[in-house]
Nanobody, 121 residues
Framework: QVQLVESGGGLVQAGGSLRLSCAASGRTFSSYAMGWFRQAPGKEREFVAAISWSGGNTYYADSVKGRFTISRDSAKNTVYLQMNSLKPEDTAVYYC??????????????WGQGTQVTVSS
């Protein structure tokens, strides 16, 4: 069992930066790939970024590639999403997830409660 708690969301102006954190509980954290997804009002939840269990491989949606960076610190049981050059279209609730896959929602078994990111123009 893995429990996930996101933090770091907030209101930022376009062009600004935020760093999201996802703290995980459970001894099996290092066994899971970790992902970030987001859901804007009226839209489906979409993949943002993922990182392999070892941290050696990372994956990004085209819309965030070059602006967002995912990383993990297994000693702290935490995964991060550094978001730079934010755009108003990045506004959404961001969810952290743990699972055995990378891109698809159904590949993740555990989800956090989400943290709101709002980017003003």
């Amino acid at each position: 069992q893995v429990q996930l708690v996101e933090s770091g969301g907030g209101l930022v102006q376009a062009g600004g930066s935020l760093r999201l954190s996802c703290a995980a509980s459970g001894r099996t954290f290092s066994s899971y790939a970790m992902g970030w997804f987001r859901q804007a009002p009226g839209k489906e939840r979409e993949f943002v970024a993922a990182i392999s269990w070892s941290g050696g491989n990372t994956y990004y949606a085209d819309s965030v590639k070059g602006r967002f960076t995912i990383s993990r610190d297994s000693a702290k049981n935490t995964v991060y999403l550094q978001m730079n050059s934010l755009k108003p279209e990045d506004t959404a609730v961001y969810y952290c997830a743990a699972g055995l896959g990378y891109y698809r929602i159904y590949e993740y078994d555990y989800w956090g409660q989400g943290t709101q990111v709002t980017v003003s123009s």
